[in-house]
Each structure stands twice: as structure tokens, then as C-alpha cells.
């Protein structure tokens, strides 16, 4: 039973763009920092960005910087992730989590996660 339910990934080009969203559907997602982590085959579970509770501050891997933005509309129980520039090295499962009231590189810290959505990146 999903409690953060995740969307927006595919198939795109090089330098080509996607928008991820994850929707909270059983908690009010206003307490929550939020992150979004991915994992390519046969690697760890990596960090890429993470937003506080009210939108006023971010963080981002340095892999990501410049070409990904996080947001969030608490008033929509939504978070994102706008990618933009994508490479291939970009090819991974996104997962969105979510932290009660700050952000965190620990992921077993993070009390919801999205199921995961496949962002691949190839000509």
C-alpha cells in the first residue's frame, strides 16, 4: 500500500528534459523534508537533492547541480523534480522519501518512499 506514489519518469534523448512527481496520498507532506535518491543497476543508492519543509532551502548532488531543480506545493501534497540536460549517466530508478522536518543523506532515516520510476537516458 503506497503512501507517496511517484510519476513523470521514461525514455528521453541526451540534453533532452523530464519532470518527476511524487504525491502524498496518506500523510501531510507540509512536516516533511523531502529527497529524491536514485539507483542504477548494480550501484548504491545515491542522494541527488533534498528540499526543507517550507521550500526556503535546497541541496543538490554535485552530479545534478545547475541541471536539476527540486520544488514542492505543500498545498498540493506534491513534490518535483525537474531535470533538465540529461545524460546517460542520469540513468537510474528515482525514488522520492520523506523525512520528518529536516534533510538527510542517511537513507534509512526517511519514513515514506515512492515505489521508484525508471529515468533512461540514450539515443
Known amino acids: 500500500q503506497l503512501q507517496f506514489v511517484e510519476s513523470g519518469g521514461g525514455l528521453v534523448q541526451p540534453g533532452g528534459s523530464l519532470r518527476l512527481s511524487c504525491a502524498a496520498s496518506a500523510f501531510t507532506l507540509g512536516h516533511y523534508a523531502i529527497s529524491w535518491f536514485r539507483q542504477a543497476p548494480g550501484m548504491e543508492r545515491e542522494g541527488v537533492s533534498c528540499?526543507?519543509?517550507?521550500?526556503?532551502?535546497?541541496n543538490y548532488a554535485d552530479s545534478v547541480k545547475d541541471r536539476f531543480t527540486i520544488s514542492r506545493d505543500n498545498a498540493k501534497n506534491t513534490v518535483y523534480l525537474q531535470m533538465n540536460s540529461l545524460k546517460p549517466e542520469d540513468t537510474a530508478v528515482y525514488y522520492c522519501?520523506?523525512?520528518?522536518?529536516?534533510?538527510?543523506?542517511?537513507?534509512?532515516?526517511?519514513?515514506?518512499w515512492g515505489q521508484g520510476t525508471q529515468v533512461t537516458v540514450s539515443s
Open positions: 522519501a520523506a523525512r520528518l522536518y529536516t534533510c538527510s543523506g542517511d537513507v534509512s532515516s526517511y519514513r515514506y
Open positions: 528540499i526543507n519543509i517550507v521550500g526556503t532551502s535546497t
